[in-house]
């Protein structure tokens, strides 16, 4: 269901040029989604969106691990024991329910709609955009 990855998302040094640029931001913050002390399930993190001015949350879960309700956890402990900076905002491709309703259940509240090119599917998709104030 991830739709918004790197232009080109099998092409290993970017992939890892850019996640050494999120790790060196300093208002960035990402943790591992690890189970049962050693399996990697995912990860969430915090960035500054540089065009927005704001600070967005991200996550992604390994397909094994959806409707286990992991992502939900995992986003919940993220925001109350590591980002707790509010407002914090989250986008969500509209047809991708199951991470709409982890973002629902951790207080995110519709805030507006959009547009994003979806770099995993190769055109744009619609988007919602979701505020957590507290």
């Given at each position: 269901m991830a739709a918004?990855?790197?232009e080109k998302p099998n092409d290993k040094d970017a992939f890892?040029?850019?996640w050494r640029k999120i790790r060196s931001d300093n208002a960035s913050g990402m943790k591992t989604i690890i189970l049962d002390e050693s399996i990697i399930a995912g990860y969430v993190?915090?960035?500054q969106d540089l065009d927005l001015g704001q600070l967005e949350v991200a996550y992604w879960i390994g397909?094994?691990?959806w409707g286990r309700g992991v992502?939900?956890?995992?986003?919940?402990e993220f925001l109350n024991n590591f980002q707790k900076t509010r407002p914090i905002f989250a986008r969500v491709a509209k047809d991708n329910?199951?991470?709409f309703r982890v973002l629902q259940k951790c207080n995110f509240?519709?805030?507006?709609e959009?547009?994003?090119f979806a770099n995993a599917r190769g055109k744009e998709v619609e988007e919602f955009v979701l505020k957590l104030e507290k």
């Open positions: 918004f990855t790197s890892l040029n850019h993190l915090s960035y397909k094994d691990y992502a939900t956890r995992a986003l919940a329910l199951g991470s509240k519709v805030v507006g959009g547009k994003g």
